[in-house]
């Protein structure tokens, strides 16, 4: 029975990696919208944001693409996959500045709850690894949410 199990967890802890493949992918290419399309007051300060966090996105979405392979998993490699699997929506191009980062915290919050119930599966198929790497993210995820919410005021 517990093999079964660990099977069933296996499963949904390489889906649940997946869709943060593809969360990852689309919160890259939102926040290139953001970059590319941030104006007012705060260009300055939101255009060198946006470009850190989706350095910093990329590296985590490769780190969980990488820890999909090592446990044998196939990650998600097409725009089409990344917008079937992800749970966070692109961006609508018709953001003003405060809904950019309304629209990140939000991303964020989400992606910190996903994070929550990997880290539980993880733990439950007995990797630790996977966990400690949702972890990682999770509290990134929870700092940044707390920046965005300080600079909204």
């Known amino acids: ?12 802890l390489e889906q649940i990696l997946n869709r943060q493949v593809a969360n990852l992918n689309v919160m890259y290419v939102k926040l290139h919208n953001y970059h590319w399309y941030v104006k007012g007051e705060q260009f300055f300060a939101l255009h060198v944001k946006f470009e850190e966090l989706y350095d910093e996105v ?17 990650p998600a490699a097409t725009m089409k996959e990344y917008l079937e699997l992800s749970s966070i929506q692109e961006a609508t191009g018709k953001e003003d500045t405060r809904g950019m980062v309304q629209s990140l915290i939000e991303d964020f919050a989400t992606l910190s709850e996903e994070m929550t119930e990997g880290i539980e599966v993880a733990e439950q198929a007995g990797d630790q690894p996977t966990a400690d790497l949702f972890t990682t993210i999770r509290n990134d995820l929870e700092k940044h949410q707390w920046m965005l919410r300080s600079f909204l005021g």
Request: aromatic letters at 0%; hydrophobic letters at 40%; proline letters at 0%.
């Open 58 to 74: 990329t590296l985590k979405m490769d780190e969980v693409a990488e820890r999909l392979l090592s446990i044998k998993g196939t």
């Open 1 to 12: 029975m517990a093999k079964a199990s660990n099977k069933v967890n296996a499963t949904s």
